[in-house]
């Protein structure tokens, strides 16, 4: 019974993804899922409750592990590692391994960016920007009073910067580019947003392997 429980659910949530990725959350319609997973509104009903149910089910996933990356901006994995190589080459492997992730959960994200209006994640781009400003804002600050850096920076000035690093992850999947153009596109930009960032918080030259996260 189990075993044929999980096949049901399989079903469900393939022909769900199926329906979302055509007619985007709005348009989707809960009797056409049911049908096309061959089996009963009825039994539909018993393992998701409700459209945006099913939504989550199929992107909660990726939402973690977008949250898991961002949070690598905060105070304590920095001070854990300081400014050093060692953090740059982690955070560029860890950049590496999102990739990855979003390459083998392609429509994962892409019902996250183009198809969740109307849905509980349908703020998807701006609340993981606003987690990813908040803990580089937090970063910044704590580099500004451990002497790291010798200016600090307004809230609009890190929003623009996360929200580079964001866009750019997003635009990878919007215009749907191979992997590997994806990896050297995101790569160049960390490189950019790496020496802007020395720039604008006046860390000394000494210092040039600050990480861009």
């Given at each position: 019974m189990a075993e044929a429980s999980l096949d049901t659910k399989q079903k469900l949530l393939e022909s769900a993804k199926k329906e979302f990725l055509e007619k985007g959350f709005m348009g989707a319609s809960l009797r056409t899922i049911a049908a096309n997973a061959g089996v009963t509104t009825g039994a539909?009903?018993?393992?998701?409750?409700?459209?945006?149910?099913?939504?989550?089910a199929l992107v909660d996933e990726a939402i973690d592990a977008a949250t898991k990356i961002v949070m690598l901006a905060n105070p304590q994995n920095h001070a854990s590692y300081g400014l050093s190589k060692e953090h740059r080459d982690f955070e560029e492997q860890s950049v590496k391994?999102?990739?990855d992730y979003i390459y083998d959960n392609f429509d994962a994200f892409t019902l996250l960016l183009t198809k969740?209006?109307?849905?509980?994640?349908?703020?998807f781009?701006?609340?993981?920007?606003e987690i990813y400003t908040k803990n580089c804002l937090d970063t910044f600050n704590w580099m500004y009073e451990q002497h790291l850096a010798t200016k600090k920076l307004t809230y609009m000035m890190v929003h623009f910067m996360a929200s580079t690093f964001i866009n750019a992850f997003c635009d990878i999947i919007l215009h749907k580019i191979t992997k590997e153009e994806a990896l050297m596109y995101?790569?160049?930009?960390?490189e950019f947003t790496r020496y802007g960032s020395i720039r604008i918080l006046g860390i000394e030259a000494?210092?040039?392997?600050?990480?861009?996260i």
């Open positions: 539909m009903y018993r393992h998701f409750k409700d459209k945006d149910a099913f939504f989550c391994d999102f990739i969740a209006a109307g849905s509980t994640h349908e703020h781009q701006e609340e993981i920007c995101i790569l160049n930009i960390m000494d210092r040039m392997t600050f990480s861009a």
